[in-house]
């Protein structure tokens, strides 16, 4: 089978500001922006006839509703992504569950139907995520970075004991999509300056959508049946010259013989070729 690729949009919006105290006007307005950039992805999407997942904290949902209305209405997928971009690890399992049930809760009255997907805000696990994950019934995640082209299973806590080799936890039923920071645009593109810390970012789009279509051409050359899984965000992406730059990388991707699909797709297809021994 050919190469498949997910495109994945993390509609932070305004959560992602939020959750790092940044909440005056200016960092604010750049998540305002994801709005009005989700409107030209569809319509990119749309041109193209692809098929993609965005995740969308609960956060999202409740105040760009039409946003979100006009991406499930474009058929693309939602799936869970927090409420207002918590770093998990600061959860206890009482406030990890409760979270994700209010973003099904919210996403399913949305969609019409319950999203099978989550993706944990800033790509890290707490010890309580894979329980809640299997409490909640999620068919997979796309947060971590245990292979790159291979959906796995997810696993339960591991242990660290000093003194010998780490002990991987008993697999779940939970599919994990794989994802890098390498196929992320937020590092490659966005400028972010705090008191401790500047993320440069302002890269050149197409020199990053280069890189991504290089994954692409490796994992078509020499593997079967990988899966590329890429994650953009509105407000990085949905700039002129970087959506231009989107749009080149789908049409090369396409060429090569790559199918898009969305993630919902893929992780069923997996769960039943990874769990069918
Ligand atoms: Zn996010």
Known sequence: MTVQVCLTFDFDALSLWLARGATTPGPL????????????????????????????PAHTVQTYPDSCRAIVDAGHEIGLHGDRHENVSTLD?????????KSIALITQLTGTRPLGHRTP?????????????EIGITYDSSLMGSDFFPYLLRGGGTDWIGSAYEFGEPTTVVELPVSWTLDDYPHLEFYRSVDWVMPGLQDPRGMFDVFFEDVRFAHEEFEDPVVTVTLHPEVVGRGARL???????VRTMDLGAEFRRCDAVALDRLHDLTAT
Request: proline content about 4%; overall charge negative; hydrophobic content about 45%.
């Open 29 to 56: 307005s750049r998540g305002e922006f994801a709005a009005e950039a989700v409107d030209r992805i569809l319509g990119l999407l749309e041109r193209r006839r692809v098929k993609a997942t965005f995740f969308v």
């Open 93 to 101: 399992y009482r406030e990890e569950l409760g979270i994700n049930e």
């Open 122 to 134: 800033s790509f890290d696990f707490s010890p309580h995520t894979v329980p809640v994950l299997e």
């Open 244 to 250: 231009r730059a989107l749009d080149e990388f789908i």
